[in-house]
Every structure is written in C-alpha cells, then in structure tokens.
C-alpha cells in the first residue's frame, strides 16, 4: 500500500471520521466523501510544492515541527486550527479560494466549512507524513525504490504513532478521487513526494 493509501485508512477510519464529524457539525458521509477528494488533492499540492526550489527542506522543517504521537482520531478531535489554516495555506497559496469553491461545489458542502475541515486535516496529514519520513529514511532499502506499504507495513509504521488499533474493523479501501481538480490521483500517491523529502535529508 502506497503513503497515500495508508493515510486514508488512518484518516478514515471510523474513529477519526467521528472526530472530524463531531467538531464540524457534519454527517461522517459528508466528511468521507470530502477527504476521498481533499486527502490525495493536498499531497499533490505538496508534490508540486516540494519540486520547486529548496521546497523539499521548507517542508521537511514544517514536518519537524509537526510529530504528534497521539491516535489519530484524537489529533483531529484536539487540532489546532489556526495552525491549521496556517497550513493549508502554504500548501495551496494562491489556488486556496478556488480549491475551496471547488470542493464546495463537488460537496454540496458551505466553503467556511469546508476551510474548517482542511484547518482540521492539515496538522495530522502533516503527522503522518513525518512519521513515514521518518521511518522510511531508517530503512534505505525501502528509499531505493518507489516505497510502498502493505497493510501490515501500514500498522507497524503508523501504528505505535498514530494508533492504528486493533478495534478498528478492517474496511473496504476507499478509492481516492482528484476529480477535475487535478486528474488522476495515482500521480500522486506519496511516492515522489517522499523521494524528494528523502533526498533533501540527505
């Protein structure tokens, strides 16, 4: 399983979906769908992002500032979302009304709530991303290769950080979606964007 696939199901699982619910006021189907499209979108941002000049160390330093160890659903349940804001709003610069207006649209979703669940996602994506950095750059044969994870991969990985626990029911993998706000989302799975953070490690 690819990064992007292992922070849906951390992301998703019921447990966090109920926290993002319970903050926000959203149903968790509404919260589902939103970070089916929302979740693969933001890597792609960072992606893009972390291409382009000294990128790759901007966000590797955001990343060291953001190493929650916590469960995930209490991440969620606990952000801080002015520092969230603050994020979302490196990460999309100029773009931030259009994406906003654009998930709203794909949503049914008012755009003021729509910035509060991204302010809510960001300082978590943020965690599980450092967290497999981290890991990823202690293990250099996984760094040779495109890295991907099985889903007990996923567990050791993020478990222990993030609290992947066992009272989480196994659930179909939801199927990440871009949609016309940047094609298809196999492009940017986590794959590239972790090479990059790796090479700017080094």
């Known amino acids: 399983m690819n990064l992007l696939g292992i922070l849906l199901k951390l992301m998703m699982s019921q ?13 968790e189907k509404q919260i589902k ?15 893009n992002n ?8 901007s966000l590797l ?32 610069g100029g773009d931030q009304e259009k994406v906003t207006k654009d ?18 996602l960001a300082p978590a994506l943020l965690s ?4 497999a950095t981290t890991t990823t750059a202690a293990k250099p044969q996984q760094a040779q290769a495109a890295p991907t994870f099985s ?14 626990g066992k009272e989480e029911k196994e659930e179909p993998q939801p199927q990440p979606q871009v949609l016309s706000l940047g094609g298809n989302a196999s492009g940017y799975d986590g794959t590239a964007l972790l090479q990059m953070l790796l090479g700017a490690m080094k």
Do not use: C, W
């Open 15 to 27: 447990s966090s979906v109920g926290s993002v619910s319970g903050k926000t006021g959203l149903s």
């Open 33 to 47: 769908q939103l970070m089916m499209i929302a979740i693969p979108l933001l890597l792609k941002y960072l992606t």
């Open 50 to 57: 972390a291409s382009q000049g000294s990128g790759a160390s």
């Open 61 to 92: 330093s955001a990343l060291a500032q953001h190493t929650n160890k916590n469960s995930m659903d209490i991440q969620l349940k606990d952000a801080d979302e002015e520092d969230g804001s603050r994020i979302i709003g490196h990460i999309l």
């Open 103 to 120: 998930l709203s649209a794909q949503t049914g979703i008012d755009p003021k709530m729509i910035a509060k669940v991204l302010a809510i």
């Open 128 to 131: 599980g991303l450092s967290a």
């Open 151 to 164: 889903l007990s991969d996923g567990a050791g990985i993020f478990g222990s950080l993030l609290g992947l």
